[in-house]
């Protein structure tokens, strides 16, 4: 009979804890904890509680990472449009300067210490859909140059000097729901829109490379492509919905959260396909978030709109015994 030495060439090793790089089918005793395991190989995914908000809301924008993430806008507990802004190291939020105009549903690109926010919606204002935009340079807000187009429940990729808008409503003016628009850290330029128009889409990646998925009406399943001049249709969700959020670029994206009802379906882009993988913890839609496909941030939203989580890729380091 086959033993494990004669397959691998060692015997089964004894750790007082699990190695830091096991190979994939690699077995070993751990005897701190008294368990026999293994590296399977696969790579598991899950979200995990952090810091709460320390204004609840929702419809809200965010950008960064999981450990410099800003969040900023929305709706407060009173459904009033928040200037609120606050900044999250990795444990905790600590509110900064505010916005110089309330807004929720709007568009929020970059990194924590350079972001752009754009569009959304103002219901004193007078069109309460917005085109400002403002920049953040990780002190203040400072208004620039507007959109080419006002709307709501907009959609954006990129950096605070070279950033892509996209998707949106505005029943006044035609086709906002596929417009699309460029930012060169100055001005916006309207080019080539989306093949589906909609609003409230997720969205990943850069100016140059982007995805967008989902989004209403319906609500749909539909992910389009931007290489720099076009978007083209590529393989739809597999949970249709809007109002979710996304994070990563264009090859290598995570979608979470979305409605018809808050949602906490989570699914991983891989260039090609997606891939449904573990829920978040809170079901919600209308949140914010940030990061990469392996490491990413979600927060804000309906349901529990102070809440914020941590998703990790982890090792498929599995335990198949104990003694």
Same mark, same amino acid.
């Given at each position: 009979?086959?033993?494990?030495?004669?397959?691998?060439?060692?015997?089964?090793?004894?750790?007082?804890?699990?190695p830091a790089n096991p190979l994939v089918g690699e077995v070993w005793f751990n005897a701190t904890a008294s368990t026999l395991?293994?590296?399977?190989?696969?790579?598991?995914?899950?979200?995990?509680?952090?810091?709460?908000?320390?204004?609840?809301?929702?419809?809200?924008?965010?950008?960064?990472?999981?450990?410099?993430?800003?969040?900023?806008?929305?709706?407060?507990?009173?459904?009033?449009?928040?200037?609120?802004?606050?900044?999250?190291?990795?444990?905790?939020?600590?509110?900064?300067?505010?916005?110089?105009?309330?807004?929720?549903?709007?568009?929020?690109?970059?990194?924590?210490?350079?972001?752009?926010?754009?569009?959304?919606?103002?219901?004193?204002?007078?069109?309460?859909?917005?085109?400002? !935009?403002?920049? +953040? /340079?990780? *002190? @203040? %807000?400072?208004? &620039? =140059? #507007?959109?080419?187009?006002? $709307?709501?429940?907009?959609?954006?990729?990129?950096?605070?000097?070279?950033?892509?808008?996209?998707?949106?409503?505005?029943?006044?003016?035609?086709?906002?729901?596929?417009?699309?628009?460029?930012?060169?850290?100055?001005?916006?330029?309207?080019?080539?829109?989306?093949?589906?128009?909609?609003?409230?889409?997720?969205?990943?990646?850069?100016?140059?490379?982007?995805?967008?998925?989902?989004?209403?009406?319906?609500?749909?399943?539909? !992910?389009?492509? +931007? /290489?720099? *001049? @076009? %978007?083209?249709? &590529? =393989? #739809?969700?597999?949970?249709? $919905?809007?109002?979710?959020?996304?994070?990563?670029?264009?090859?290598?994206?995570?979608?979470?959260?979305?409605?018809?009802?808050?949602?906490?379906?989570?699914?991983?882009?891989?260039?090609?396909?997606?891939?449904?993988?573990?829920?978040?913890?809170?079901?919600?839609?209308?949140?914010?978030?940030?990061?990469?496909?392996?490491?990413?941030?979600?927060?804000?939203?309906?349901?529990?709109?102070?809440?914020?989580?941590?998703?990790?890729?982890?090792?498929?380091?599995? *335990?198949?015994?104990?003694?």
């Amino acid at each position: 009979m086959a033993t494990y030495k004669g397959i691998h060439g060692t015997k089964i090793q004894n750790y007082t804890s699990d190695p830091a790089n096991p190979l994939v089918g690699e077995v070993w005793f751990n005897a701190t904890a008294s368990t026999l395991k293994v590296n399977t190989g696969a790579l598991v995914g899950a979200w995990a509680t952090g810091g709460a908000l320390n204004t609840g809301r929702s419809d809200l924008a965010g950008c960064g990472t999981q450990t410099a993430a800003l969040a900023f806008g929305g709706k407060n507990d009173s459904n009033n449009p928040t200037t609120n802004t606050e900044l999250y190291n990795g444990t905790n939020w600590t509110e900064v300067n505010d916005l110089g105009t309330s807004k929720y549903s709007m568009g929020g690109i970059g990194i924590s210490t350079a972001a752009l926010t754009f569009g959304g919606f103002n219901p004193a204002a007078s069109p309460f859909r917005l085109a400002q !935009t403002e920049t +953040w /340079n990780g *002190t @203040n %807000w400072t208004e &620039v =140059n #507007d959109l080419t187009s006002a $709307r709501g429940n907009i959609s954006g990729a990129g950096t605070n000097t070279a950033g892509l808008a996209f998707a949106g409503g505005n029943p006044g003016i035609t086709n906002s729901t596929k417009l699309t628009e460029l930012w060169n850290g100055t001005n916006w330029t309207e080019v080539n829109d989306l093949n589906t128009g909609r609003d409230g889409v997720g969205a990943a990646g850069t100016s140059t490379a982007a995805l967008a998925f989902g989004g209403d009406p319906s609500p749909a399943g539909q !992910t389009e492509l +931007w /290489n720099g *001049t @076009n %978007w083209t249709e &590529v =393989n #739809d969700l597999n949970t249709t $919905r809007s109002n979710l959020k996304g994070a990563g670029i264009s090859t290598a994206a995570l979608a979470f959260g979305g409605s018809v009802s808050p949602q906490a379906q989570t699914e991983t882009w891989n260039g090609t396909n997606w891939t449904e993988v573990a829920d978040l913890n809170v079901a919600r839609q209308k949140l914010a978030g940030g990061g990469t496909n392996t490491v990413a941030i979600a927060f804000g939203g309906t349901s529990t709109p102070t809440a914020t989580e941590e998703w990790n890729i982890i090792g498929g380091i599995k *335990t198949i015994g104990t003694s």
